[in-house]
C-alpha cells in the first residue's frame, strides 16, 4: 500500500511558481492578495477577511480584540488558544464538554454563572468530530459572547455548518502544513465586523503574508469542498470497519481509538502502515484531541489520490489487528 504526507496541489503549487515570478511587482503583490481575501469572503459568508502568516497569527488577531475572560473547552480544543490568551493576559476559563464536544445544556449553565467576552472553538473537536456549529453560535447571541471558529480543518464545508459565517462572529483559519488548505504556510481571519481589523491594523501588517501563499490560497481553497468531503467520507468509512472507534456516528477528519497502552499501539500502527513524507498517528491524552488514551489515525494527513478505498479497508485490517 502506497500512502503519502500531504503537499499543497500541482495547481496551488503552478500558481505559487508564477506568483514567485511576479515578487516585486506591486500591482500583480496587490492582486494575489485581493484575490486571497475575496475567495475567502465567498467560501465563509464573511464580509472581510485577511491572510495573514499562520492559523495563530490569526488567533492572536482576534484575541487582541478581547478584554475580558476567554471561554475554551476544556479539550479537542487548540493549544493555541491558552498559549495566546496566556500571552495576551487573558483570563481563561474551561468549558466542560463531552469528550470535546460541547453539550449546550451545559453550556447555558455555564453562562449563568460566568460571563466571558469570547468562546474559542475548533469547528471539529479534536479534528474527531463536529461541534454543533450553530446552535453554540445561538447560545453565544443571545448572551452577547463572541463566538471564534476555528475552522482550519473544516473550510469548504459543503453543508456549510462549519467555517460558516452565518453562525461564527469570527473564523480563523490556518493553512499551513497537514491542513485541509494545504500550503505549508499562512492563515486567515474574517468576519462581518470591521472594528475587528480596524483594531488590529498594525498586528495584521506585522502578519502580513506573501503574494506567493496568496496565490496558492486562490487555488486551494477552490478545491477545499472536495478535499474536506473526501477526508470526511473516508472517515465515514473506517468508522465503519473498524471495529473499536469513538464518535463512530460524527462528521470528523481523523479517527480515534481507545486503547488501554497507546504508546505501544502507536509504535505498532506507524511500523505496519508507513507514510512517505510524514506520520499518521497520533496519541492521546492530549489537549488538542481528546483527554483520554486513545490513538488516532490523523487521515485529514494523508494526500486525498491515497483515500481509496483499497488502501482504506487495508488501514481497517490493520488496524481491526492491532489492539491495545
Ligand atoms: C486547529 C488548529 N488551529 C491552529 C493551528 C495553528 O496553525 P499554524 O501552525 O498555522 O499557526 C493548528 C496547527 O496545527 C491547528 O491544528
Known sequence: MELSFKKPSKKARKAMCQAALNLGNRKMEEYYKQQAEDIIKDSTHHEHARVVNSGNSAIMVAMSNMKGPVLIPDQGGWTGFKRIAEF????????????????LELLENHFKYISPESLFITSFAGYMAEQPVKEIYEVCEERGVILVEDASGAVGDPMN????GDHSHIIVASTGSPKIVNL????FI???????????????????????ICAGMVESIKKAPDA??????????????????LFEECRGINVTLPSENPKKMARELRKKIPVEGGGI???????????QPAVC????????????RENLSEIADITNKIVY
Open 228 to 245: 474536506l468531503s473526501k477526508t470526511l467520507d473516508s472517515c465515514s468509512f473506517l468508522k465503519k470497519k473498524i471495529k473499536s472507534v
Open 281 to 291: 498517528i497520533s496519541t492521546c491524552p492530549r489537549y488538542d484531541r481528546i483527554n
Open 184 to 187: 505549508g504556510n499562512g492563515g
Open 297 to 308: 489515525l490523523e487521515i485529514k494527513n494523508l494526500e486525498i489520490k491515497y483515500l481509496k
Open 161 to 164: 455548518s462549519l467555517a460558516c
Open 190 to 212: 474574517s468576519t462581518n465586523d470591521p472594528d475587528i481589523f480596524k483594531n488590529s491594523n498594525y498586528l495584521l501588517k506585522s502578519f502580513r503574508t506573501s503574494p506567493v
Open 88 to 103: 495576551l493576559g487573558l483570563e481563561i476559563t474551561y468549558l466542560p464538554t463531552k469528550q470535546g464536544i460541547i453539550d
